[in-house]
């Protein structure tokens, strides 16, 4: 009999439900499990949608994210990592969770829209956004257009992510996936680190077509790898890398975006072999 691990790292993910998997809890369990952590599940919201596009979202009853977190108590989370924020009402169920753990590491992705383009904030949700959560995050990733909704009156990416640095958050990841910066050739992917002591910037071959859930997967593997202990630049390197390798071997099941596959390296089910197997 295998001995029993005596610890994994814990990560808190606080993110919506996708049923496609591309996104949301499920992306993220796994992107968490690749990472060498375990996911610790909390809904923020239900969601109806196809890997073409999010036609309802459900926001989440505050009071049971607040049971689930509070009945979890036998784990040591090391790292949080924050998804869709449905409304003011999770908003604030998600600080009041953070409040729980002085000191742990918050990585938020900051959902805004979906991939086939409905909008998944309001004007007054990314005001509190800024305003109630970014004070209490370690590290934001967003892609240049969700940065810009967050820094509505500044034109560059660099003066963006220092005036949301102001605000409280740490360091701030800008995937430039969908919105390439000017300057990057176009069959590259440039990601840039801002923080308050460096700066990095990485460049990554670009993969043809569009995928659903990337911006989760480099998330909450970026949150798996600092629950380990591995430094925020080390981190996000790490991050990219595996979500490249997930989009790489990722899958189109209809017309519509294609899906990361995250546990790419897990043998087919054919080729497990059996517990009784000699």
Known sequence: MAAITPHLPVVLVLAGHDPTGGAGLVADAEAVAAGGGWALTVPTALTVQSCRDVSRVIPADPEVMRASVAALDEFAVAAIKI????????????????????????????????????????TELVDAYRERLLPRVDILTPNRGELARLSP?????????????????????????????????????????????????????????????????????????????????????????????????????????????????LPTVASVASPASP
């Open 83 to 122: 998804g869709l924020v449905a409304d003011l009402a999770t908003l604030d169920a998600i600080t009041d969770i953070l409040r729980r753990f002085p000191g742990v590491p918050v990585v938020a992705d900051p959902v805004l829209s979906a991939g086939g383009g409905r909008e998944l904030s309001t």
């Open 153 to 265: 009156s500044l034109l560059q990416d660099t003066e963006r992510a220092v005036a949301l640095m102001r605000l409280g958050c740490q360091a701030v990841l800008v995937t430039g996936t969908d919105d390439p910066a000017p300057g990057v050739p176009a069959e590259r992917v440039a990601h840039t680190l801002h923080a308050t002591d460096q700066s990095r910037q990485w460049s990554w071959p670009r993969l043809a077509g569009r995928y659903h859930g990337s911006g989760c997967t480099m998330a909450a593997f970026l949150a798996s790898r600092l629950a380990v202990g591995e430094s925020l630049v080390m981190a996000c390197e790490q991050a990219q890398a595996f979500t490249w390798e997930a989009l790489a071997h990722g899958w189109r099941p209809g017309e519509g975006q294609a899906l990361p596959r995250r546990l790419w390296r």
